[in-house]
């Protein structure tokens, strides 16, 4: 999901004064990750899991989790390669899941799989995210264990979105003429549908760029389309799932373009504001080559976002303040006060070394980010 530090907020799941690490360092290979594989064991016993290095043109079958990491509340202990390793509540529960529900599965898991203290290592994983979740056999969404709650009243979940022909074209903007009116299953339905869950930004390429893609919440599990299909019975709305499920078709058209994506998600959650842009780039079709590094602020991401849609023409000439706007406000949530845009025309010609070409506007567009941040 960083990497969800680089999702979310670094999960450093190590005690800091531990000297023990479970990581070693990956090989310089530009093609590989590690892959987590979870110990058979009873339902109550510790969760055991060890890391192994993998090669992408090896062709390795595994699965890719997607979930949200949460709080920065303590979670609880498992051992990973021999070290007590500590993941918060939610994966946790996703750990149990999988050790009970997918015994032989090996997992790519952000926050198990890459060293989150090794910010060379995060970037280099973070540029391979999107080839990650698009080779996955199966991406799991992982939406928790307390819709446990909820099986008694719907026992059949498996049957969730099967009112409607398999060979039916789903088209999330139709209204449905489901007569379904439980009331169990609606409030179900709309509690999954506002799950927290979807507010999360990294979702949409794990899940955009997922070939095939289970939900699992509870003690169930559901296919995707069923999934989609079950919510947009009871759901006019064209959030959340309704509204990946439209981007997974139109990834082959090439409309996710990065300006666009840009806009279009943000309002999406993640605790590392550098993530507005990186755990967006992987979907962007027309963001090859862009590069990723944590180590950079975020004047500097800024500067590196509006130089490369410059270069490749990825705007108009006459929208660039406008765009330059919407980057700060990704990068740092601060609107532009309109006194700065003002007195940013007196800016002053040389104001940066850059590959862009400068003009009145430009001088504007680096005002932008002349107060501290």
Known sequence: MVMRQSKDETNQTQDLGESWSPYKPLSQHRDCTRLLRIEAA?????????????IFGDRPKFGALSYMWGDGQAGQTITLNGVGFNVRQNLWDALHYLRKHAPDTDYWIDATCINQKDIPERNRQVRMMHHIYFRAQTVVVWLGKRYAEYEAALPDLQRLGHDKPSNEQFNPELPTDSPR??????????????????????IIQEIGL????????GNSATEWKQFTQFITMHNSGSKGPIRLERQREEKYTGSNTLLQLLQDHKEADCQDRKDKVYGLVGMASDARGFSIDYNKSVFEIWTDVMEFMNRHSLFFDRDIISIGHLVKFLLTGAECDPLQQILGLYAPREVKQSSMKYDSSLCTLFSIFEEKI
């Open 42 to 54: 009873k339902d109550g016993d510790p969760i055991t899991c060890s890391l192994f290095e993998v």
């Open 181 to 202: 009116t439980d009331s169990a299953e609606r409030s179900f339905a709309e509690k999954l549908y506002n799950d927290d869950y979807w507010k999360r930004l990294w």
């Open 210 to 217: 997922a070939q095939k893609i289970k939900v699992c919440f």
